[in-house]
């Protein structure tokens, strides 16, 4: 009996002691993506800056594979002691739960969400051949010859797609979809005059529109952004509600022990105010987020999952 | 009948294989659409027909002109070096580098002519300083050295 | 003139001490990683990235390109001594590299290969310099069409590669352009011949299948010679190239030079094919083609430095129109923007220290690395002299690590062996590895372009050939693939006649 107490006791013991301890040795940060995309480069700005802080080496490790559910469902299966972090994104949180059938996580109960990191508005952008010169032109272009104007996107069930499908649903339009093998080829067809419009990342999308190659004509976000205040909202110009971002943040295994989420997302919120991170996320075309607790977080993912469950099944798209 | 090129006659068997299986995969589960709008079951469907027909005109040939014998098989380093590198790929997480290129040294030194415990001792030991110095210090590759129970 | 002023100013920042030591990290840096197999460019610059934050952006990119087209010459030599190709381009120097390798003949392949580069590289700065904004324009002026018939001449080029049947290589191609479509349809969204295997979705990564048909297969073929004879002669003739080498490889410097500049323009894949592309041509034009895949130096001189040439000019899409024509520009896109700079027209106006050292810095570096090159020479002689049964599992031990680094996943290494054992058959049947390397390379983007270019121009077929440029791709087709079949059906049917007699 007394045994068993003592075997109680320290099993109720450990958790606290754990979190006590950590971290005691190194982290691993997986990213689901190939390197050297937007999120690897993000998780690779904060690596050293929570290294600095929590004094253990953390490791930027990548887990590509399938839309970033290999990786994503790595971290779910690991071990929730504070040693394996996940950079989920909205495509492994939001969109992929509804666009593959099949998959093998739960994006909120299988994670705990600790910090939202970047969160970067999209574009609508037109190329210089077209000749609209505002939403409202563009809406009345499309209308005028359905199925004559291309949309570019960055692949089958991107935001950029789902922004395209979210757009003609609201204007009743039809333009015809032509996927591409990430955004970069999309631009430069676009720059070329072979498709119409893109719904661009505004980060790289930023250079071809000062530059005068292309025209921007609103961002997808409800809030302006600080880096073209000029540039009207979808929902300003008429397409109400229309609020989508691009973002991706930290996550746990959800049974990792509350006070390891508590000082990891205290830890994170510190590194991205540090004018390094903060500076380098800015120019990655990163407003600072308006999420800051676990708990926004959480809620954030949970509303962004049931909005793309409704835009995916209304575009159609599907990974079979 | 008689097979007069043996190589070409198992290589055209390998092409018809290919390619059957493909155009019955791509056929019975993917669309195969319009030449307009192509489903994803066009390209693998006339690929693999186009497959079993060069698959096929090989086989052909090779009944009717002389051609080289296939040589022997010597299965014992095919799967000496193939099961040394998947035992590494699989060990080097659980077990650590250190570990896993033992195995993988021992294992694949087992396929070749001669086997000298000591030679490859010694080959292993270099080759995990060498990883290691290059690896995972150099190049910081998250790899763990020792079995996790260690950690 | 403005382009000598400018270069003056490159030069006055590329050669500053500072400017220098991260060229030379860089360049260093790159060979290591690009002699070891696997690791490649990408993940080295992905994880040098949070470093580059401290440096000045110039600083910051002349390290990171060092890098690249360090890893360019790097790769080239494990393809030589060892047939082990990481990277698309090096697939092609594995053909005639190695063989030449094999018949002590490494000194003179390393040597052709580094110095083609180093010409190769000074031309492609001197391009990059003198027109970039021209030739952006034109790369523009590909679309899906353009691609489309350049990748179906890349395909009736690749059978070329091949020095045996001419059908087998036809029929290898299409095992490629097959093998390729594993994973998801860029369309569609379908996933195919994934057989639920998630690890599938993205396809098979090229290192793994290249690494398996070539490195593996020949490793496994060489255990089973039955005498103890090494597998490489001990008899080295030259350390350098001899006269009679220079002689033979000047015309496929010059070709592949160009070939490639051009070529590496195009974001859409041409880079991929420059080295592809001048094997195939110095095969056509050199008088003695059998000698090709059995150690001849233009076979190793026209493809170095056409990919040496691509790797330089696919710069040029990404600092004038800040679109990336491969994974290491989107890096490089990735590390100027955390710099605060977006690439793209503007900063040739706005930053021209920056655009100009860059371009100076390339040329430095190309210099760095054929100074580097030539004395390691003797170096890497010497490692064939050690015995096979230390070698290959030291091989073996790089690419299980490098191809399991690729992501951190033990099913990569799995199909490795299993492109081992498919490399392993095909050798036994004679049926060649090369051809269906492009094959798998150009087979996605194939059907890509393809498929994009009937969803455009909604059905319409004929627009490949009204084209002009598609057009001029296809006519050119036709006359390669005229070229390539007559002699082989001349050759079968003399066959066939003998057999008959």
Request: aromatic share 8%.
């Amino acid at each position: 009996m007394k045994r068993l107490a003592v075997l109680l006791a320290f099993a109720l013991a450990v958790p606290a002691a754990l979190a006590q301890a950590w971290p005691s040795k190194p982290i691993r940060l997986v990213v689901p993506y190939p390197p050297g995309g937007p999120v690897d480069i993000s998780a690779r700005l904060l690596a050293p800056k929570l290294q600095e802080s929590l004094g253990q080496p953390v490791l930027v490790e990548n887990k590509p594979g399938a839309g970033g559910n290999i990786g994503a469902d790595h971290v779910a299966k690991s071990g929730p002691d504070g040693y394996a972090l996940l950079m989920g994104a909205i495509a492994t949180h939001a969109i992929n739960p509804t666009l593959y059938p099949k998959i093998p996580y739960d994006a909120i109960n299988d994670f705990r969400h600790v910090a939202l990191v970047v969160q970067v508005p999209n574009v609508l952008v037109v190329g210089n051949a077209v000749p609209a010169k505002s939403v409202a032109e563009l809406v009345a272009l499309a209308r005028a010859q359905p199925g004559k104007l291309d949309f570019a996107s960055g692949s089958t069930g991107s935001t950029g797609h789902l922004a395209g499908e979210l757009f003609k649903q609201m204007t009743g339009t039809y333009m015809v979809h032509i996927p591409y093998k990430g955004a970069a080829p999309a631009v430069a067809d676009l720059i070329g005059g072979r498709v119409d419009l893109i719904f661009d990342n505004l980060a790289s999308a930023l250079p071809n529109i000062k530059s005068g190659k292309v025209r921007a004509l609103a961002v997808t976000t409800k809030r302006r952004s600080g880096f073209l205040p000029e540039l009207p909202t979808l929902d300003e110009a008429g397409l109400k509600g229309f609020d989508l971002t691009t973002w991706w943040g930290v996550m746990a295994p959800a049974k990792t022990p509350p006070p390891i989420i508590d000082r990891l997302a205290l830890e994170i919120a510190k590194a991205m105010e540090s004018p390094e991170v903060k500076d380098r996320l800015r120019a990655m075309g990163s407003d600072a987020p308006a999420v800051r607790t676990p708990e926004q977080f959480t809620a954030f993912v949970a509303n962004e999952l049931k909005v793309y469950a409704e835009l995916v099944k209304r575009s159609g798209a599907t990974v079979e | 009948m008689r097979i007069k090129s043996p190589k070409d006659f198992w290589a055209g068997l390998m092409f018809i294989a290919f390619g059957l299986a493909a155009m019955i995969i791509a056929l019975m589960n993917y669309q195969f659409g319009t030449s307009v709008r192509m489903g994803p079951g066009y390209f693998p469907a006339v690929l693999g027909g186009l497959m079993v027909f060069l698959g096929t005109v090989i086989t052909a040939t090779s009944l009717a002109i002389e051609g080289p014998k296939v040589p022997r098989l010597n299965f014992r380093p095919l799967l000496l070096v193939l099961t040394a590198c998947v035992a590494y790929g699989y060990l080097i997480k659980p077990a650590g580098l250190v570990v896993a290129t033992i195995a993988l040294v021992f294992v694949s030194a087992l396929g070749g002519h001669e086997f000298k415990w000591k030679e490859v001792s010694v080959l292993a030991l270099l080759l995990i300083v060498f990883s290691v110095v290059v690896f995972v210090k150099g190049l910081t590759l998250p790899f763990p050295l020792w079995p996790e129970v260690f950690e | 003139m403005d382009i000598l002023g400018n270069l003056v100013l490159g030069f006055s920042v590329a050669v500053t001490p500072i400017h220098l030591l991260y060229a030379l990290i860089g360049v260093l840096l790159g060979t290591l990683i690009g002699v070891l197999p696997g690791v490649g460019p990408v993940a080295t610059i992905a994880m040098l990235l949070p470093i580059t934050f401290k440096l000045s952006p110039v600083a910051a990119l002349i390290m990171l390109a060092g890098i690249y087209y360090g890893a360019q010459y790097g790769g080239s030599t494990t393809a030589i001594l060892v047939n082990l190709p990481g990277e698309s381009s090096s697939v092609v120097t594995c053909l005639d590299g190695y063989q030449m390798a094999r018949r002590g003949r490494a000194g003179p392949a390393l040597a052709v290969a580094a110095l083609g580069s180093f010409f190769a590289g000074c031309v492609a700065t001197l391009i990059i310099a003198t027109a970039a904004p021209p030739l952006a324009e034109l790369a523009l002026k590909f679309g899906p069409w353009e691609y489309f018939s350049l990748m179906v001449l890349g395909l009736i080029a690749a059978t070329v590669l091949a020095h045996g049947s001419l059908i087998k290589a036809i029929a290898m191609v299409v095992l490629g352009l097959l093998l390729g479509l594993v994973g998801t349809d860029v369309n569609s969204g379908v996933l195919r011949f994934t057989f639920d295997i998630p690890e599938l979705a993205d396809g098979f990564g090229f290192a793994v299948v290249a690494m398996g048909m070539f490195g593996i297969a020949e490793i496994i073929t060489n255990l089973e010679l039955k005498d103890k004879r090494e597998v490489f002669t001990s008899k080295v003739t030259h350390l350098y190239p001899t006269k009679e080498d220079f002689k033979r490889s000047w015309g496929a410097v010059l070709r592949g030079t160009a070939l490639g500049s051009f070529l590496g323009i195009l974001p859409g894949g041409g880079a991929l094919l420059s080295s592809f592309a001048s094997y195939t041509l110095e095969k056509k034009v050199s008088s003695h083609p059998e000698e090709f895949g059995k150690g001849a130096i233009e076979g190793v001189a026209g493809p170095e430095s056409a990919n040496n040439a691509g790797a330089q000019t696919s710069f040029i899409p990404m600092l004038t129109l800040g679109i990336p024509g491969n994974a290491v520009m989107a890096l490089m896109i990735g590390a100027l923007m955390i710099q605060g700079i977006a690439p793209g027209p503007q900063v040739m106006n706005d930053k021209p220290e920056l655009f100009w050292g860059l371009i100076a810095s390339m040329w430095v570096g190309n210099l760095m690395l054929v100074i580097l090159n030539l004395p390691l020479i003797g170096m890497w002689i010497k490692l064939l002299t050690v015995p096979y049964r230390y070698l290959y599992p030291s091989i073996l031990v790089f690419m299980a690590i490098g191809v399991y680094s690729l992501s951190n996943n033990p099913f990569d290494v799995l199909v490795m062996a299993l492109f081992g054992l498919l490399g392993y058959i095909c050798v036994k049947l004679d049926c060649e590895p090369a051809p269906m390397i492009l094959g798998f390379i150009l087979g996605p983007l194939m059907e890509e372009h393809l498929r994009r270019a009937m969803l455009l121009a909604r059905g319409d077929a004929t627009m490949f050939l009204t084209k002009p440029i598609s057009a001029g791709f296809l006519i050119a087709a036709v006359l390669l693939l005229l070229m390539v079949a007559l002699p082989a059906i001349r050759k079968k049917r003399e066959e066939a006649f003998q057999e008959a007699d």
